[in-house]
């Protein structure tokens, strides 16, 4: 397969990219080829113009300022995001990818008779989430319910892929990580790619 890794982070030494190195070596020691987008690395500007969005229901929507990205996720079989959630968010340079990237005739394309869209990206056949929290299980599932999960599972990936295999790896509570327990969640997420 060929995997788009989307690393999401500032810093280059941060735990986000260890954990995009390690999905990496897995994925290629699996056979798979990896086209590792390091957003901040790229220079991405995650802000939606206003030409894009004044364009948004136009067809074609014109993609050009975002050409070679809507290529890479095109070429993709599956789609392996790297990030740190902030505030139970998306950092917002991966907001701005969904917002640019992910846009009508790409992701998915409106319904003539208005309301539902479309799915279009039919080539991703799996989407994984690599991500870690500064709070604890409890705090993300039980008192915010999970919401990066939900809007990626229930939102981005059913509305964009119906078929896609979805899993996430969340390493909670980072902030008070051991040493041990980042080892541990490195491992995990090289054995999960490793079964890609």
């Given at each position: 397969?060929?995997?788009?890794?989307?690393?999401?982070?500032?810093?280059?030494?941060?735990?986000?990219?260890?954990?995009?190195?390690?999905?990496?070596?897995?994925?290629?020691?699996?056979?798979?080829?990896?086209?590792?987008?390091?957003?901040?690395?790229?220079?991405?500007?995650?802000?939606?113009?206003?030409?894009?969005?004044?364009?948004?229901?136009?067809?074609?929507?014109?993609?050009?300022?975002?050409?070679?990205?809507v290529a890479r996720l095109?070429?993709?079989?599956?789609?392996?995001?790297?990030?740190?959630?902030?505030?139970?968010?998306?950092?917002?340079?991966?907001?701005?990818?969904?917002?640019?990237?992910?846009?009508?005739?790409?992701?998915?394309?409106?319904?003539?008779?208005?309301?539902?869209?479309?799915?279009?990206?039919?080539?991703?056949?799996?989407?994984?989430?690599?991500?870690?929290?500064?709070?604890?299980?409890?705090?993300?599932?039980?008192?915010?319910?999970?919401?990066?999960?939900?809007?990626l599972k229930r939102g981005?990936?059913?509305?964009?892929?119906?078929?896609?295999?979805?899993?996430?790896?969340?390493?909670?509570?980072?902030?008070?990580?051991?040493?041990?327990?980042?080892?541990?969640?490195?491992?995990?997420?090289?054995?999960?790619?490793?079964?890609?």
């Amino acid at each position: 397969m060929r995997i788009l890794l989307v690393l999401a982070h500032p810093l280059p030494e941060s735990f986000a990219a260890s954990v995009a190195r390690t999905a990496r070596d897995a994925l290629e020691a699996s056979g798979h080829v990896v086209d590792l987008l390091d957003l901040n690395a790229e220079d991405f500007d995650p802000r939606l113009s206003e030409a894009e969005r004044r364009a948004y229901f136009d067809v074609p929507y014109d993609t050009t300022a975002v050409a070679d990205i809507v290529a890479r996720l095109r070429s993709a079989d599956g789609l392996v995001l790297v990030f740190p959630q902030w505030w139970f968010n998306f950092p917002a340079i991966l907001k701005g990818f969904f917002d640019r990237i992910f846009a009508p005739g790409v992701a998915f394309t409106h319904d003539a008779a208005g309301g539902r869209i479309v799915p279009q990206l039919t080539n991703i056949r799996l989407l994984y989430a690599l991500t870690t929290t500064g709070s604890s299980w409890w705090l993300v599932h039980l008192y915010m319910g999970n919401p990066v999960r939900r809007l990626l599972k229930r939102g981005i990936a059913k509305f964009c892929s119906r078929k896609v295999v979805f899993r996430m790896l969340s390493l909670h509570d980072m902030d008070r990580a051991t040493e041990a327990r980042r080892k541990a969640h490195l491992e995990r997420v090289r054995k999960a790619l490793s079964a890609v």
